[in-house]
């Protein structure tokens, strides 16, 4: 594991933690409360802008995201 230095994995925790940041931030801009997972889920959606697929009317209901 040579090419595992603490540089390399300094920055790849950077990266990770500030795309976490992005989602934690995004759960509290949703316009709707459900349990933990559906607004995980839905705040990657608004995150990365992927459309999102779901049944729970909650989450439809949902103005700030797009739908498939």
Known sequence: MGWITPCWC???LDWKSGHCREVCLNIAALDF???PADELIAATSLTYRVPLVTRDERIRACKKLTLA
């Open 10 to 12: 300094r920055r790849w």
């Open 33 to 35: 409360v459900s349990d």
